[in-house]
């Protein structure tokens, strides 16, 4: 069978997703990772678990393993509208927030609709929308976010939709000012277009004060989508998305059609640990030791890395770019580092336009202290070398 003549012609648009492949080779114990965007592991509240997975069997009993409504678990809606201060109907539970973006490009977007990105952006919302066949609008980002007054040459181009990660963003670890959050808004009132907040990191602040939601400044313009992925674990697949009634309730058929619902006993159980005082435990305990990490890996690159590199400096959330000079290329150096047993993504995968070949991703919340300064003094040497060698 000649498979390239009978798929789709949506998957042309469909590409492996280069950080999985990567992934792989950093399985290898000896190498560290810098790479993926892992929570650390071995921080996992495994007895509290345990617990929860009892005490949901025992009190909820078999209803926790049968069959459930799409909406999601009554009382976990509930307590996500309460932190929203919205209505049960408001809210949909989704098998991670990944696929709740899935579900609202379905949704939303037809074929040649143009959406507005930061660039860079995450990778794998390009990914999931993509082969809608939309054009992604590139807006420029600095450390304070996407910049909100650089948006004006793109209304000639009528786009539907803005989708940003406000807080903590992947790839660069920034934060949307206040100012600018207020202005996109406006922006959006103004442009009838619609607003996707990507919030799967807002709780992990270390620095800073916390920021309005953008969904808290309007809620008719904006669709809010979070995940206990980062605050609990990611394995549980646990997402959400706060919206207008209306969204949530297209949002429901497409879900229909996708998986029908979210794991009842996943939901459950990410109830017990919310409401149990485990989350609210976890999550101190969570800014305490990545919040550490973070300032690890500032101080090991200000030490290592060469002159004429720089990088942003983000308040939370698990990852930071670097911008190398330009001359050098991250994609080209990976092979380097992954010799010298040292990973990370070249910053190109979360550009559109082939821009960002001088940066890389680096994700701190996964290796130890330890293994940050080693990975980071390791990292150092093959740009120094690779430095003196090009110049
Ligand atoms: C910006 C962003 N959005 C969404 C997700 C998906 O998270 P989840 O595990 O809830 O599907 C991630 C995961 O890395 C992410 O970085």
Redesign the pocket.
Known sequence: MNWNTIFAKRTRWMRRNAMRELLKVTLQPEVISFAG?LPAAELFPMQRVREAVKQVLDTVGPQALQYGQTEGVGGLRDWIARQFRVQRENVLITS????A?DLIGRVLLNEGDRVIVENPT?L??LSAWRPLGVEFLPAPSDTDGMRVDGLEPLWPRQPKCIYL?PNF??PQGTTLTLARRERLIELARKHGMAVVE?N??GELRYSGASLPHLFEIDGNVVIH?G?F?KVLM?GL?V?WVVAAQEVIDKLVQAKQAADLHTSTLNQHIAFELATNGCLAEFVPLLRRAYGERRDCMLTALAQHFPQGASWTRPDGGMFLLVTLPKHLNATELLPAALERKVAYVPGEEFHLNGEGRNTLRLNFSNATPEQIAAGIARLGDVLKNTTVDTV
Not at 96 to 99: L, Y
């Open positions: 965007g991670g927030a990944q696929q973006l995450y794998a919302l990660t963003q992947n990507d799967p990191y989508t995940s992925s990611p697949r997402g």
